[in-house]
């Protein structure tokens, strides 16, 4: 048997040639079966192969000649698949429904990328070639998080995203709901938070130095309704999408709509407006027990809607000038015995840490709630309790649960490895490698250039463990992330623009079991995107060409803030 020369994307753990010339076709008396379990996944296979080949995919017969089959096998891990096609078969072993839809997904792309359109442009010729393949994933969070609270992103186009997303293997939608520019999730006990907060009268137009704005006005939110819809879809997709509500900072517009959630004896909050303005808002939270218990209505919503292990609480850029002003504040501080403002925002963040942990869910936020410190997680090996009881709050108020809160590290690596050691599970995602954000050339070209050059070489050659973790440390970083911020993006195409082909890059270094960055086979990675570009016109994704953009993805004259030079290890 012979290695498969064909281009999958990611890269599985081991593919093989069963017989060089041998093909499966499909046809009109192809059938599709799944063992009990994997009913929805073969429900989305039939719709997604039907629509695209007109075949009608009938239910057969286990074991029949002519069919594809989904089964599973409990010796293979959850996410794991093996896809063998012999003869007029083709199996999908899985560990479990996830390891079924990756298989189904590679299957898809066994098939060519007209298997990706959504009506037939042809009904015969159908075939897939003898192989048999082995995968599962290196990490169990692979994820993107997409920034709808800068630029509200209508919620056919997160859907589409998530389509996207499991095309590539990519399984947690990391979804950032507020921010100082605009609150997208509907609150029923606080209706002003949509009413008021989920609309500017103005956006800024590229980089502040640029001083340009639109004049338009810009808002849109989310019903808890059509966030149920996107939890769903992405379900059915074996994604996981995880809430991001931002605080105790990026809150200008939550404290827009409800003027007593900020620090009063400073400003006069109830002139503020939702932030019209890029960058990081003055305008905080107060630390009153009012303002925790209003979060606490917001998040009490926000897990009915969200039934994710994880809730996103941000915690990052929270600037302290007002509460060093506040005499409340401070009056905070010196009850609760605090050394100073960073272990302010700490305890203000371990409260709901323990909260989310009595709810049975575990917060994770950026890796500034590491400053002022963090209670360090328990469990086997320093590791996060999943259910335990025992373990203390400083305030005393939550002693029934051990600190459980995991770091998603974005200024680098550095808060990462300090939360591993410490015992916290960590999600890599360093601005300077997997920002989609950042711009992809140093050309000119490049629309609204942010941030360091990062290419799809660059991006395939991000590495998510730092190698000086031990063994212990390193079983801590859970997974990694894209995040893809959209101040300068403000509608799907500009997302599609970012992302891709970059996404796909990351993808393939989120799953596949790789070498070191200096070792990767690039050029064999070009050569399979090359056949993955057609994946992506068929899907109708408007990436950027290798060559450059085209000339409607291009922002002449709209400024942005590029960083020379190579990204800093930090």
Known sequence: MADIPVDLVPAPLRAVRTRTAERFPLGPAT???????????????????????????????????????????????????????????????????????????????????????????????????????????????????????????PKADVLRFLDLMAVHKLNVLHLHLTDDQGWRVEIKRYPRLTEVGAWRERSMVGFRTAERRDDRPHGGYYTQDDLREIVAYAAGRQIT???????????????????????????????????????????????????????????????????????HLGGDECPKDQWRESAAAQARIKELGLADEDELQSWFIRHFDHWLADCGRRLIGWDEILEGGLAIATGP?????????????????????????????????????????????????????????????????????????????????FEPAPPELDPVAARHVIGTQANLWTEFTDDARDVDYRAFPRLAAFAEVAWSTLPAPAERDLADFERRMTAHYARLDALGVEYRPSGGPHPWQRRPGVLGRPVDGPPPAV
């Open 31 to 153: 059938a599709l079966t799944a063992e009990a379990g994997l009913a929805d996944v073969e429900s989305w296979l039939r719709a997604a192969l039907a629509a695209a080949t007109g075949l009608p995919l009938r239910p057969g017969t286990a074991g029949a000649a002519d069919g594809i089959e989904l089964r599973q096998d409990a010796a293979l891990a959850p996410e794991a698949y093996r896809l063998t096609v012999a003869g007029r078969r083709a199996v999908i072993t899985a560990g479990g429904p996830a390891g079924a839809f990756w298989g189904a997904q590679t299957l898809r792309q066994l098939l060519g990328p007209d298997a990706y359109r959504r009506a037939p442009l042809r009904r015969t010729g159908w075939a897939l070639p003898g192989c048999e393949i082995e995968d599962a994933p290196r990490f169990g969070w692979r994820g993107v998080l997409l920034d709808v609270s800068r630029h509200f992103l």
């Open 241 to 311: 999408v995880v809430p991001e509500i931002d605080l105790p900072g990026h809150s200008q517009a939550a404290i827009t709509a409800y003027p007593e959630l900020g620090n009063t004896d400073v400003v006069d909050t109830a002139s503020l407006g939702v932030w019209t303005d890029w960058g990081v808002s003055p305008h905080v939270l107060n630390v009153s027990e009012a303002t925790l218990r209003f979060f606490e209505g917001v998040l009490e919503e926000l897990l009915e809607i969200f039934p994710s292990e994880f809730v």
């Open 381 to 461: 090996e320093g590791g996060a309790e999943p259910n335990g009881t025992g373990g203390s709050d400083p305030e005393g108020s939550h002693a029934r649960r051990p600190a459980r809160a995991a770091v998603s590290s974005w200024r680098g690596y550095a808060g990462g490895v300090a939360a591993a050691r410490a015992g916290h599970d960590v999600v890599m995602c360093p601005e300077q490698h997997v920002y989609l954000d950042h711009r992809q050339s140093p050309g000119d070209d490049e629309p609204i250039p942010v941030g360091y050059v990062r290419s799809l070489a660059d991006v395939y050659r």
